[in-house]
């Protein structure tokens, strides 16, 4: 059988992956998307949410996505507050800071379903799926991908975008260093008694962190991080029971929650690999890095990833080849310094907050209250995180 011949073929159609592949749509660029199966929709609401940073709500707009979204299952987060484990605060406001918002919450598969209706319009792409790649030969003018359908492309690029245990990193012999934290983050949907006015609360509880987002209507999305154990024992809880230690952990601050999707938990790890691109081929989002969840950037590390190769891709010369690894460094170190940022930033709030070192409780929390106390950082910190830096 004749290989399909390509210029790009991204491997994966989760969020980043197909958002890569919207934003080639107007390139001279032949793309070629393999997925083993098409998003789908809860019945209700999805557990599964994600804190989209105003930077990268602006990007899903470029690429014709978020306007699609509908409106009444978006969130805007105004305000953020944190509490410390010796009742240290730090708040942040969108309005003192002079952005909009702080954050869109929005959930996972509402993306991933309006990502993946505008791929399957897209006049220079062709998806295949449900397939995924079981071969990659790397040759000095393409690579080569035979498919699980018995098919085959040939590509000038193949990038993975196909998650933490990327088949296609693992393929190529570029190596990722785990670090596991023993905690798994437990999420589940609750609507609640009392409206929670577009904040988004979190605490850290000692060998916990508890986020409360705010959900459209009086609803929230909640994210435990929490040891194996305890987030064992959660989910063995009866809905009634459940919803009750949900709310008394953060203080029965919205009152009586209702359970509006089962519980459900993932490991925790922190991922990092220390080269992201090789001759032909690049990674991205979740195949690149892996962070904490307790900051809820990990998918606008994506988002960014892709709009990062994605203008490589698109103000790269034609006669230039845009497998040459030096071209694809570029991509790379391009989008090191904030990964690393975000992932060095998560471990070290983690571990500070989980160490019970004589004397750390005081001062981790003096430092929430000093940074509290300081307008000019807190507004700097909110500018980055939103991307209005």
């Given at each position: ?135 990659v030969e790397i040759g000095d003018g393409h690579a080569h991908l035979l ?11 193949v990038v993975g975008a196909d998650g933490r245990d990327s088949w296609l ?156 690894q030096r071209l694809l460094r570029r991509y790379e170190r391009a989008r ?54």
């Amino acid at each position: 059988m004749h290989a399909s011949r390509f210029d790009v073929v991204i491997l994966g159609g989760g969020l980043a992956g197909l958002a890569l592949a919207c934003a080639l749509r107007e390139t001279r660029l032949k793309i070629g998307l393999v997925e083993q199966q098409a998003p789908t929709r809860p019945s209700g609401w999805d557990a599964r949410v994600y804190a989209v940073s105003p930077a990268n709500a602006t990007f899903l707009q470029e690429i014709g996505v978020w306007k699609h979204l509908p409106v009444e299952r978006l969130a805007s987060v105004q305000t953020m507050r944190i509490t410390g484990d010796a009742g240290a605060h730090l708040v942040f406001s969108a309005y003192e800071s002079g952005v909009s918002e702080l954050a869109w919450i929005a959930e996972s598969s509402l993306m991933a379903c309006e990502l993946w209706e505008n791929v399957k319009r897209q006049a220079n792409l062709t998806l295949f799926s449900p397939a995924q790649a079981k071969a990659v030969e790397i040759g000095d003018g393409h690579a080569h991908l035979l498919l699980s359908d018995g098919g085959s492309v040939t590509t000038r690029l193949v990038v993975g975008a196909d998650g933490r245990d990327s088949w296609l990193r693992q393929a190529v012999g570029l190596p990722a260093i785990d670090f596991h934290y023993g905690d798994m983050g437990v999420v589940a949907n609750f609507s609640c008694e009392l409206p929670h006015r577009s904040i988004a609360r979190q605490w850290f509880l000692g060998d916990s962190v508890l986020a409360w987002l705010p959900l459209a209507g009086d609803r929230i999305s909640l994210v435990w991080s929490l040891p194996d154990e305890h987030a064992r024992e959660l989910l063995t809880l009866g809905a009634e029971e459940f919803c009750r230690r949900v709310a008394a952990a953060g203080g029965n601050e919205l009152g009586r929650f209702t359970l509006l999707t089962p519980a459900a938990a993932f490991s925790l790890r922190l991922m990092q690999v220390p080269q992201t691109v090789a001759f032909r081929v690049a990674l991205l989002g979740d195949a690149a890095h892996a962070i904490h969840p307790l900051s809820g950037h990990g998918i606008n590390l994506g988002f960014q990833d892709a709009r990062a190769l994605a203008h490589l891709l698109a103000t790269t010369p034609e006669w230039q080849d845009i497998g040459s690894q030096r071209l694809l460094r570029r991509y790379e170190r391009a989008r090191r310094e904030e990964t690393l940022l975000m992932q060095g930033a998560t471990h070290a709030l983690q571990q500070l907050f989980r160490r019970a070192m004589p004397g750390l409780r005081q001062l981790r929390n003096a430092g929430m209250n000093l940074t509290n106390a300081l307008p000019v950082i807190k507004n700097l910190l909110v500018r980055y995180a939103s991307g209005h830096f």
